[in-house]
């Protein structure tokens, strides 16, 4: 049986992808895999068949093919279908199953914060696929208020009956407990980048950014001065790992072991980043 295992995306350059899934086959599956396929637009669907001609045992996806890839699947997962993205896709028995992940590692991480959303209002900044998951996992487990922020809030028309305000906007928000950075804004290599100003996040409590790179974003370091809980995107990229990994092996992951390459991740990085 292959024990071929994978990512696919577009641009992979910066993917700690490889570094947490071979950590994790070091326990269970040391024969393994784990390779960076990078994809052009116009050659996913031969990709995908050329991973079933090769018997590949499961990959990961990423940006921009977590919607575009469903139409290549035999099966999507529950969570995938409300979310109306896959980043997991199984190799099982000749069909390809689709999941996602994504939605478990951001819970995973909420709890690993001790954060309780429950009535609690959510501020989404950014309308594009990467808030799917982390959208359907707040409206799942009882958020109270959710709103989208967008750059142009009138030409966001898929949202169903979620407000959309423009940023300038945010200023105006009476309820303020989480604030959520689902953009790109801050990622390496444009660390001096923030998605909002510094004072709109005073009255806020919680600063969460689904970047992991840096660890600190000016977004979070920003919301830190001002003595916000902040949480970065990392703990949410091992979990989902896990996650992923259980789906193809059949096994539980102990949160042991997430939280031990959380740790060598966190210095990983920090040293790319020196």
């Known amino acids: 049986m292959s024990n071929i295992y994978g990512l696919i995306g577009e ?39 050329g991973l079933k001609a090769l018997e590949a ?25 409300r979310i109306g993205a896959v980043n997991t896709v199984d190799f099982k028995n000749g069909k390809l199953i689709g999941y996602n992940t994504d939605y478990y590692g ?5 709890k690993k914060a001790a954060i309780d959303i429950t009535n609690k209002s959510a501020v989404i900044l950014g309308t ?5 998951a982390v959208v359907q996992y707040l409206i799942d487990n009882n958020i109270g208020e959710l709103i989208y922020v967008s750059r142009e809030p009138q030409k966001v028309n898929n949202l169903g009956d979620f407000k959309v305000i423009s940023y300038e906007q945010l200023h105006e928000l009476e309820n303020k407990d989480l604030i959520i950075n689902c953009t790109p804004c801050g ?10 100003r ?29 003595n916000l809980k902040t ?12 996650a992923a990994q259980e789906i ?13 390459i959380y740790e060598k991740l966190q210095l990983m990085i920090g040293e790319n980043n020196e």
């Not at 490889?18 to 637009?41: D, G, R, S, T, W």
């Not at 951001?106 to 909420?110: A, I, K, R, S, W």
């Not at 949480?231 to 896990?242: D, F, S």
């Open 231 to 242: 949480i970065n995107g990392l703990y949410m990229l091992i979990a989902q790992a896990a």
């Open 11 to 49: 641009k992979l350059g910066h993917s700690f992808s490889p570094q947490i899934h071979n950590m994790i086959f070091e326990n269970i599956n040391p024969k393994a895999v784990y390779n960076l396929f990078e994809i052009k637009k116009e050659n996913l669907e031969k990709a995908v068949e």
């Open 106 to 110: 951001f819970g995973e991480t909420l």
């Open 187 to 196: 990622m390496y290599p444009n660390v001096e980048n923030s998605p909002v």
């Open 57 to 81: 045992r499961g990959v990961t996806v990423t940006i921009p093919y977590k919607v575009e890839i469903i139409k290549y699947l035999d099966e999507i997962s529950p969570e995938a279908e």
């Open 248 to 260: 193809w092996h059949g096994i539980e992951i102990s949160n042991n072991v997430v939280d031990k």
């Open 128 to 132: 594009g696929g990467a808030s799917k």
């Open 198 to 226: 510094k004072d709109i996040l005073k009255e806020f409590s919680v600063a969460v950014d689904i970047i992991y790179n840096p660890l600190e974003t000016k977004f979070l370091s920003e919301a830190r001065e001002l």
